[in-house]
């Protein structure tokens, strides 16, 4: 019997090859096509489920800002600017969650998310005393007679006061204009925080002062004060808030079971470090550049695309 030997090039799609090395045998065409299509539909569904499994974990991906110096500057625009935007936006589409976890009060993060577009299901302000989580808002206050001898006491010093409330903030007089500004301006003037601290929900003191009566009134808190301490957030700031208060409190309460990415710039972001999975921390005098900051989730953004 003579035999047909036909020389098919490995470039030849399946189904033709399969036809051309059975010397025309339309029935082998078939069964080629048969197989192709088999090997795609079962391609195709473990595709699925890689990427139904991706999605998963970066759901469970949650990374975390801090406002002033990480995300914003001194005049309230975004670092980076439309650069900056659009990773956020990148990180967004992959179904990373994003969290802000400021100093700031809840209305101001609100405001801000509008400003740019950004969605949060989560909220932490006033640095972990105030969470918003199934819309609506939780906060941890002063213990009242611990907060009533506390500003007896710094009232007799040379500094500022200021005390936040769940929604408002309460200044003795105006504030630098140096200092960072609100989205939304809630302030309130006022001679004596007395009456607020009985009849309100107060959520912490902020000091503001020079670095070594900082450092005393930071020592005089933590050592005498069963629910209370000190928190000093910048070279001349301070904030009083209960004990049990803290940024890492606030994400081990929303994120359990997530890998965060926490990104900071002051010692009030430390707190969050511990609880993170990945930490950047930056700020002039005691951390990396801006510049680096934006690198890290520049870079991450870019490693994680939207499918």
């Known amino acids: 019997m003579a035999h047909t030997y036909v020389l098919i090039p490995w470039t030849t799609p399946p189904v033709i090859s399969a036809f051309l090395a059975t010397g025309g045998d339309i029935l082998s065409g078939v069964v080629g096509l048969v197989i192709l299509v088999i090997s795609i539909l079962i ?48 990180l967004q589409q992959t179904g990373c969650t994003l969290a802000i976890c400021t100093g700031r009060l809840d209305h101001d993060i609100v405001k ?41 006491e710094l009232k007799t010093k040379d500094i500022r006061i200021e005390l936040n409330t769940i929604s408002n903030r309460y200044w003795t007089s105006e504030r630098d204009p140096l200092f960072p500004k609100e989205f939304y ?3 309130i ?16 003191f902020l000091i503001v002062a020079q670095e070594q009566q900082l450092k005393q009134i ?23 808030v209960h004990s049990s208060v803290s940024k890492g409190e606030a994400l081990k309460i929303l994120y359990p079971d ?50």
Not at 44 to 58: D, H
Not at 60 to 66: A, L, M, Q
Not at 272 to 281: E, G, L
Not at 286 to 294: A, E, G, I, T, V
Request: overall charge positive; some cysteine; hydrophobic content about 35%.
């Open 43 to 90: 391609y195709i569904r473990l595709l699925k489920l890689w990427i139904k499994r991706r999605r998963y974990k970066l759901k469970n991906n949650v990374i975390v800002f801090d406002l002033d110096g990480t995300l914003l500057d001194s005049n309230n625009q975004m670092i980076g600017g439309a650069k900056t935007l659009a990773c956020l936006n990148t």
């Open 189 to 204: 003037i006022k001679e004596d925080f007395e009456d607020i601290l009985l009849y309100q929900p107060a959520v912490l």
């Open 112 to 152: 801000i998310c509008q400003e740019y577009g950004l969605d949060m299901k989560h909220r932490i302000s006033q640095n972990g005393a105030v969470l918003y989580q199934d819309n609506q808002l939780k906060a941890t206050l002063l213990d009242k007679q611990e907060a009533l001898d506390i500003y007896h």
């Open 185 to 187: 301006d809630s302030h």
């Open 218 to 240: 930071e020592e005089t808190i933590n050592q005498n004060y069963q629910f209370t301490k000190a928190i000093r957030t910048s070279q001349t700031s301070l904030e009083i």
């Open 258 to 307: 997530c890998q965060i990415y926490a990104i900071g710039d002051s010692p009030s972001d430390f707190e969050m470090f511990p609880f993170s999975n990945r930490v950047s921390c930056f700020k002039s005098r005691m951390s990396l550049s801006l510049s680096k900051k934006r690198d890290d989730f520049r870079s991450f953004a870019r490693y994680h695309k939207p499918y």
